[in-house]
């Protein structure tokens, strides 16, 4: 390897030289910052499939190579290995080119390479508060998926790292999340930032087709947010009227149905029966002002008498964990959605994709027309999407449908239920 040669290349064309990584022009525009500038700050909007982590792998690794401590950071021990693993492997392709040795290591493993040089590579996930990367001194700083970092871990723990450096490098890569916090601000806001926007469009190695399949699978958000790298706002209407009015008029159910029962929590909230057939029809089938157990277990059985469900989704709350304990004789047409952030966002990405695409045709019912039409979102720390409806409103009609909604597209068990065996226990009298 010819270090004379070296000096006199550009950073662009020195990671093309060791690598063999040719950029694409975006790409080339961000490694060059570091080149032109003395301290190099850039907050990064990418979609995906843009090849952000290769790029970032690219920058570690030749400055780890030239000398500088770097660090690569991220809220996901994934996240940090994925970039780790991109600036190890240019590493590893110089060896390969050139020889063992030629790195000259003194340590190496997952997570940390030690130069002879006085370079070091290093990933570390930072943790709920930072803790366990104080005390750092890096001088080039590589922060994948920096929207979901909480605020405070910049500005408390990494923005300290440069105090005692003239000259360093600090990048920001992340998938939007929201229009707040550091990484929005950084992008849409400070001027001493470098702030690109990659959205997958602009790789020549994606295909417009390739796109247009991904906007036909997504809901809107989600195709924003991942593939335009696009900030979206949040408290806006999740189903908005515009669209959700077109979907409304007289429904007729077929046989094959499902049902989703929201079972009322407290005060003015109510037990809403939903059903959705395989066709995307809907119907409200019940409603009642109070519940028992014995009598959301009543309700639901003469239900299911009359209609022979595919699946009868069930919220497993209060109630509802009696409700599925106590259904006996069902088998396994009565299954639990059991609630957390993460099973809230899929339940309601999934409604928000066929209300999008006009899979679903919805009854002229007045309160869940303005239920759903009124649900607002904000996104978690993880990028989860959190749905709630406002101050003194209401989601009992919007989480009933969601819940048949969610049997019908099979999510439920991951299987649809054997509508033969349910006629089955329905003849023998177990209902």
Same mark, same amino acid.
């Given at each position: 390897?010819?270090?004379?040669?070296?000096?006199?290349?550009?950073?662009?064309?020195?990671?093309?030289?060791?690598?063999?990584?040719?950029?694409?022009?975006?790409?080339?525009?961000?490694?060059?910052?570091?080149?032109?500038?003395?301290?190099?700050?850039?907050?990064?909007?990418?979609?995906?499939?843009?090849?952000?982590?290769?790029?970032?792998?690219?920058?570690?690794?030749?400055?780890?190579?030239?000398?500088?401590?770097?660090?690569?950071?991220?809220?996901?021990?994934?996240?940090?290995?994925?970039?780790?693993?991109?600036?190890?492997?240019?590493?590893?392709?110089?060896?390969?080119?050139?020889?063992?040795?030629?790195?000259?290591?003194?340590?190496?493993?997952?997570?940390?390479?030690?130069?002879?040089?006085?370079?070091?590579?290093?990933?570390?996930?930072?943790?709920?508060?930072?803790?366990?990367?104080?005390?750092?001194?890096?001088?080039?700083?590589?922060?994948?998926?920096?929207?979901?970092?909480?605020?405070?871990?910049?500005?408390?723990?990494?923005?300290?790292?440069?105090?005692?450096?003239?000259?360093?490098?600090?990048?920001?890569?992340?998938?939007?999340?929201?229009?707040?916090?550091?990484?929005?601000?950084?992008?849409?806001?400070?001027?001493?930032?470098?702030?690109?926007?990659?959205?997958?469009?602009?790789?020549?190695?994606?295909?417009?087709?390739?796109?247009?399949?991904?906007?036909?699978?997504?809901?809107?958000?989600?195709?924003?947010?991942?593939?335009?790298?696009?900030?979206?706002?949040?408290?806006?209407?999740?189903?908005?009227?515009?669209?959700?009015?077109?979907?409304?008029?007289?429904?007729?159910?077929?046989?094959?149905?499902?049902?989703? !029962?929201?079972?009322?929590?407290?005060?003015?909230?109510?037990?809403?029966?939903?059903?959705?057939?395989?066709?995307?029809?809907?119907?409200?089938?019940?409603?009642?002002?109070?519940?028992?157990?014995?009598? !959301?277990?009543?309700?639901?059985?003469?239900?299911?008498?009359?209609?022979?469900?595919?699946?009868?989704?069930?919220?497993?709350?209060?109630?509802?964990?009696?409700?599925?304990?106590?259904?006996?004789?069902?088998?396994?047409?009565?299954?639990?959605?059991?609630?957390?952030?993460?099973?809230?966002?899929?339940?309601?990405?999934?409604?928000?994709?066929?209300?999008?695409?006009?899979?679903?045709?919805?009854?002229?019912?007045?309160?869940?027309?303005?239920?759903?039409?009124?649900?607002?979102?904000?996104?978690?720390?993880?990028?989860?999407?959190?749905?709630?409806?406002?101050?003194?409103?209401?989601?009992?009609?919007?989480?009933?449908?969601?819940?048949?909604?969610?049997?019908?597209?099979?999510?439920?068990?991951?299987?649809?239920?054997?509508?033969?065996?349910?006629? !089955?226990?329905?003849?023998?009298?177990?209902?």
């Amino acid at each position: 390897m010819d270090s004379e040669k070296l000096q006199t290349l550009s950073r662009v064309e020195r990671v093309e030289f060791l690598f063999g990584f040719e950029a694409f022009d975006y790409q080339a525009d961000l490694i060059q910052q570091g080149d032109e500038n003395d301290v190099a700050k850039a907050a990064v909007k990418p979609g995906r499939q843009v090849g952000k982590t290769l790029t970032g792998g690219a920058i570690a690794a030749e400055r780890a190579l030239s000398g500088h401590d770097v660090m690569i950071l991220g809220p996901f021990e994934d996240t940090v290995r994925e970039m780790m693993e991109a600036a190890t492997g240019h590493l590893l392709n110089v060896e390969e080119e050139y020889g063992d040795g030629i790195l000259g290591t003194d340590q190496r493993n997952k997570t940390d390479w030690q130069f002879s040089v006085a370079g070091r590579l290093r990933a570390r996930t930072v943790g709920t508060d930072g803790t366990q990367i104080r005390g750092k001194n890096p001088d080039v700083v590589l922060v994948d998926e920096a929207a979901y970092i909480k605020d405070g871990i910049f500005q408390e723990v990494i923005e300290p790292f440069f105090s005692t450096h003239e000259t360093y490098e600090y990048y920001l890569f992340s998938t939007p999340a929201g229009k707040s916090g550091y990484f929005y601000d950084k992008v849409e806001s400070d001027d001493s930032f470098y702030s690109p926007h990659w959205p997958s469009r602009i790789s020549p190695q994606i295909s417009e087709e390739w796109l247009a399949d991904k906007r036909e699978e997504l809901d809107s958000l989600t195709y924003a947010q991942e593939y335009e790298g696009e900030f979206v706002d949040e408290g806006d209407s999740l189903f908005p009227h515009d669209i959700v009015k077109p979907l409304v008029g007289e429904t007729e159910l077929s046989e094959t149905r499902w049902l989703g !029962v929201d079972i009322a929590r407290e005060g003015r909230d109510r037990t809403v029966y939903t059903e959705v057939d395989n066709q995307g029809h809907v119907r409200i089938a019940a409603v009642e002002e109070k519940s028992t157990m014995d009598g !959301v277990l009543g309700q639901i059985k003469a239900l299911h008498r009359e209609n022979q469900y595919e699946q009868i989704i069930v919220e497993e709350n209060s109630i509802g964990g009696g409700v599925i304990d106590f259904g006996e004789g069902m088998g396994d047409v009565l299954v639990p959605f059991k609630s957390s952030t993460k099973s809230k966002h899929k339940l309601y990405k999934r409604l928000q994709k066929d209300v999008e695409s006009g899979e679903l045709s919805l009854p002229n019912d007045r309160r869940l027309i303005n239920e759903l039409t009124s649900l607002q979102y904000s996104f978690t720390q993880h990028g989860y999407m959190k749905v709630h409806h406002p101050d003194g409103g209401h989601d009992d009609y919007p989480d009933s449908l969601a819940f048949a909604n969610w049997g019908r597209n099979g999510e439920a068990t991951g299987k649809k239920v054997n509508r033969r065996s349910a006629r !089955v226990n329905m003849k023998r009298g177990n209902l």
